[in-house]
Each structure stands twice: as C-alpha cells, then as structure tokens.
C-alpha cells in the first residue's frame, strides 16, 4: 500500500465528485434495475450502498426495506452527501435512510452488520479496489449478498487500451477500469462466491461521447478521433448498432452486474 499515493488519488476523486454534486444525476438505468433485482432488499433487511453519491441506489434500497429495516449509505464526498441529504429532507423521518461520511476501505460498522451490500459505478475510482471490496464483504453477514455494478474494460488488453484511452478524454476521472474476470477476482478474494451475472447495456449517441461536459479542450481534437474511429468499426468494449428509428450509429456497451454471496 501507498498511502501517500492513495491519498493523492482520494483528494483527485473527492475534487471531481465535489464540482459535480449539485449536477449529479448518475447514468445507466439498466444497470440500477439490474442490481436492484439482484440484491432482492426485503422488508426489516439492513442494506449497506457504498460510495452512495446523491442516493440513487440507497433511496429505492430503503423504500424496499421499510421502516422495519435498516439503509445507510456511505460516502467520502461531503457536497455528494449534502446533495442526498437534500432529497433524504423530503421524506417523513421514518422512511429516512442514513447517510455516513466513510471511506470505502474504513467502513465504520461491526462485521456482519449487514444483509446486503451494494455498489455502483465506484470500484473504478476506488485507490485500493481490493481493499475497499473487501471491507464491503467484512460488513456482510455469512450468506449475505453483495452486488457490485461498474464500468468493465474487454479483457484483452490493446481492446481495454482503447477504452480506457477514450473515458480519460472524456475527462472521466478514475484509478483503473477493471474487466469483469478482475471484478470477480476480488469478490472470491474477499470471500465471496458470484452466483449471478447480468449485463447492463448502454447506448451512446457519438456526440454523446464527443461532447460531454468534463471535456478538457485540450483533448477535442484526440477525443473526436476516437469516436470516429469507433462509429466507423466499433472496438474498445463498444459495438456498433444502427436500427435506432432516426438511423444514427449507436455505441454501445455493457457494464457489469454482479451478485456475491459471502461464505
């Protein structure tokens, strides 16, 4: 472990979702009703969502729990827990979840604490993936589930060259965008057998990839490149599609859901 190092990197990541809280909207419905399937969160459960951001996961998490259950969401940015806690003000005090500024790798629970564990869209920004996958599973009762939703690189590495070349232009701030079998690597690591799998496509617009809001203009030029390289072959974890009704290209590509149950 490098802490200096790790530290760097959670001030980078902490800056980028800070500028972004008051905007933050998330993406990826499929992958939210995916791992909301999986993860099955029951009426009296206690459910854990790590790296909450604005409460995309956690809110429909604790409607499903009830008042008879437990949901708390944790994350290290305080202006993305100011945003969820906006909407937490919204509801009635019985139905509201907590929300706990930790660092994924210092969960502040006892082990077993919980039912259920989720995750989306965060492994890929996390400085010590590894550890931060497991202090989830610590927090896990035995036969617990934990399900981690993320972006996923194609395992073959020129393919995950090009993906991962294409997100930093985007300006996507992240550590390291993991393929699926890497994400799997760390949940048997921690003690978890992945018993289930779902794909979660997305489709892009070029422009969509082209003209984001996080663009460094600096990178226009390489950025536009790259997606007219990618419209006119695919590659990269992108396929093309082209039966949208308005005929554009699409880009697509499918993040991963993955459901783990501790032994």
């Known amino acids: 472990m490098d ?19 008051a905007q933050y909207s998330g993406s990826g419905e499929a992958s939210l009703e995916a791992l909301l399937a999986l993860v099955d969160a029951r009426p009296g459960e206690r459910v854990l969502d790590v790296a909450t951001g604005t409460g995309m996961v956690l809110f429909p998490l604790a409607e499903r729990v009830g008042p008879s259950g437990v949901a708390a969401g944790v994350d290290f940015t305080p202006a993305m827990l100011g945003a969820a ?3 937490r003000a919204a509801l009635p005090p019985a139905e509201r979840p907590a929300l706990i500024a930790a660092h994924a790798a210092q969960l502040p629970f006892r082990a077993a604490a919980f039912d259920a564990v989720t995750c989306r869209y965060a492994v890929h920004h996390f400085s010590d993936a590894p550890a ?27 393919a995950g060259d090009v993906h991962d070349r294409l997100e930093a232009l985007r300006g996507h ?11 799997e690597a760390m949940l048997v690591a921690a003690g978890c057998e992945v018993v289930a799998r779902r794909e979660a496509e997305r489709a892009f617009r070029p422009a ?6 996080n663009v460094d203009p600096a990178n226009r030029e390489a950025l536009a490149a790259a997606v007219a390289a990618l419209e006119a072959a ?8 082209t039966d949208d009704p308005d005929g554009g290209v699409r880009l697509v590509r499918s993040d991963a859901v993955l459901l783990a149950v501790r032994r």
């Open 85 to 87: 806690g906006q909407r």
């Open 132 to 158: 931060g996958v497991a202090a989830m599973a610590a927090a896990l009762r035995p036969g617990g589930r934990l399900v981690i939703a993320d972006f996923v690189r194609p395992d073959e590495a020129a």
């Open 234 to 241: 695919g590659g990269g974890g992108f396929r093309r599609r």
């Open 208 to 213: 969509d990839l082209r003209d984001g809001p």
């Open 173 to 183: 701030v992240f550590v390291r965008i993991y393929p699926r079998s890497g994400l």
């Open 3 to 21: 802490v200096r190092r790790d530290a760097a990197v959670d001030a980078a990541t902490r800056a980028h979702f800070t500028d972004r809280a």
